[in-house]
């Protein structure tokens, strides 16, 4: 198959938006999932590609990886949104939580792209347009956090790897990440919780995935942008 969009953590929220909002029939899209979920038949229903991979190991990234090279000759874009989210605890050694981290963040991401690039690659000969990678990175990575240590430290070695990649592949494919802050709350979140955090941005609102949706099309559409990282934040850091 031709042209796919392969989006990592596709199973849930901002990814399963992205994943719906970007498939066509000249366009197909390919998820990664790693728990099952009602949202994965639905997926499968509208013809998108559902491949549960855990990125925590190196076979699931080898073999996800191999899936993709049997099955695609070209890639439009991939987008790497898979992620976990491990606090420092007392019950996981901090050897094994920033292990985890930047296994799933970093190490994944990594490679894929390193072995997806002929694929890309051959988006740009095929249609002469660039392809493109884009990192979901994080608000943490500019500011740390005192509760997810490792967790930020992977998202700020993702971010740094939007510059290296968008360097070595240039002008054949574009390489960019997106940070965003509150997106979406959980349906767990108690109304006490959803409106202290809101007080924490200048715009107070939680916009949900179409503003994630939105942000992904733009930098799919540019034919320019590359190196930078877009900021999804409400102000946050003014505040």
Sequence with gaps: MDNAIVITGGGQRLGLALAKALHSKLTPVVITYRTERESIAELQKLGITCIKADFSTDAGIDDFNQYIQNHYSSLKAVIHNASDWLAESTTVSASVTMQTMMQVHVQAPYQLNLAFQPL???YYQQNLSTASIIHLTDFVVDKGSKKHIAYAASKAALANLTLSFSALLAPKVKVNSIAPSLLMFNESD???YKQKTLQKSLMQIAPGEIEGVEAVQY?????YITGHTLHLNGGRHLV
């Design 120 to 122: 890309l690659e051959n």
């Design 190 to 192: 108690s109304e006490s």
């Design 219 to 223: 930098l799919l559409n540019s034919r």
